[in-house]
């Protein structure tokens, strides 16, 4: 028979002369009475569970005069996660042997149902909720998110803490997520909310360690970075040639930024260079990856540079006559001013019997050559028979001076 959480019988009552067969008492509506009028109306069937169900007695309520009573009764039904509480109120009479009642079919009342969670999310569904959608989980140690049944494939339940009342559960896991060249021990609380089923409202880190394989956590400093860049076949594009790191007189780097991300290190910095004479300065960024196998970072590319400035022979300002007009050239050469293309900006100043001329150009040094080249770009003040002027010069640099090659114009340094 079913376990009964309350059974309160009403007041006993003194039966009255007409029901008494003896100086005796009413008989108590019994929970067998109950139980088979409740199954009588099928509210209750012998086919339920019954830890499914529970049923409590309340207050009876005794007619004398009609041999009639009106007992109370609270029927709570669980069904998966909810709980479905109702009230009756179910209606017997005595036999005729009045020594027990007897229920009246169909009559009862039945009031409101109340629907109430009954219990948090199960362990089970929790994972299975996890498992089956396209979750994540972000940690900020890695700056990435980990998805559940592909990153996080093993994780374990510490903690659940449910509020019936607004329909939600707190579970708290423990993960290990490798990583190749770490391991997370992450924390995380996820939020189920139940509407019908259980869904996901929220997940979230609350604790993460990590743990680093050997070699990950070595810095990258200056001076490997300089031996890696020699070792290499690395080169950049300046002086109108590409010069390895490898070919160099000198080569400083001062790291000024670094930055790693997962597999990469990202290493900023200023550079100076020194080949077959002349000093180069610029940035540089290079690029880093660590081997697993090897558990070392390797160098893996320049990522981008740029030269910024020549400390260069032919920057500076030189002077020089063309016999043929008699005119004297001044070339102005910035080092500072530094083109994508290798060049560098160049300004051509003419003083002539017709006046004073200048045009814009560019010059260019190759210094295992030593050679250089100066060409025309723009005009500033343009003379009037611009063709009998010279707007470009080729030749090498010897003993200090600038030597054109197919011209007769040599220039001289200023100090």
């Not at 959480?5 to 509506?29: H, Q, R």
């Not at 499914?52 to 009573?69: F, M, P, Q, R």
């Not at 981008?304 to 043929?324: F, I, M, N, Q, R």
Request: glycine share 6%; proline share 1%.
């Amino acid at each position: 028979m079913k376990k009964f959480k309350n059974l309160l019988l009403g007041t006993v009552m003194v039966c009255s002369f007409a029901m008494l067969t003896a100086c005796g008492k009413t008989p108590e509506v019994t929970e067998d009475d109950v139980m088979d009028g409740l199954e009588e109306e099928g509210i209750i069937t012998k086919e339920m569970d019954e830890d499914s169900y529970s049923v409590e007695i309340g207050e009876t309520d005794l007619n004398d005069e009609e041999d009639k009573a009106t007992v109370e009764v609270t029927l709570t039904r669980t069904e998966g996660y909810m709980k479905y509480t109702t009230d009756y109120e179910l209606k017997f009479k005595l036999n005729a042997d009045k020594d027990g009642w007897k229920y009246r079919d169909g009559k009862y009342e039945k009031g409101e149902t109340k629907e109430e969670l009954a219990k948090g999310i199960t362990d089970e569904d929790a994972k299975n909720k996890l498992d089956s959608s396209w979750n994540s989980v972000y940690v900020e140690d890695a700056d990435k998110s980990f998805y559940f049944g592909s990153d996080i494939k093993e994780y374990n339940i510490t903690d659940t803490e449910t509020d019936l009342e607004e329909k939600k559960s707190v579970v708290t896991f423990e993960a290990t997520v490798e990583s190749g060249y770490c391991t997370y021990n992450i924390v995380y609380d996820v939020t189920f909310v139940y509407d019908y089923s259980w869904s996901i409202k929220e997940i979230k880190t609350t604790d993460c360690e990590t743990e680093y394989i050997d070699g990950y956590e070595d810095e990258i400093d200056a001076d490997t970075v300089i031996s890696d860049l020699k070792g290499a076949t690395a080169d950049i594009y300046c002086m109108g040639q590409y010069i390895r790191f490898s070919e160099t007189e000198e080569f400083t780097l001062d790291v000024k930024d670094s930055r790693r991300e997962d597999y990469y290190t990202y290493i900023d910095g200023e550079f100076s260079l020194k080949y077959k004479g002349e000093v180069v300065k610029g940035t540089i960024t290079v690029e880093y990856h660590f081997n697993d196998d090897d558990k070392e970072w390797q160098l893996y590319d320049i990522d981008d540079y740029e030269v910024t400035s020549y400390d260069t022979v032919l920057a500076g300002t030189w002077t020089g006559t063309h016999t043929e007009n008699g005119a004297t050239y001044t070339v102005v050469i910035d080092g500072t001013d530094y083109l994508e293309n290798g060049s560098m900006k160049a300004k051509v100043t003419i003083v002539a019997s017709a006046g004073t001329f200048e045009y814009d150009a560019t010059a260019y040094y190759y210094p295992e050559y030593q050679e250089y080249s100066i060409n025309h770009e723009t005009w500033v003040t343009e003379p009037e028979n611009s063709w009998e002027y010279d707007t470009s010069f080729y030749g090498k640099i010897e003993d200090g001076k600038l030597v054109e090659s197919w011209g007769d114009a040599t220039f001289t340094k200023s100090e």
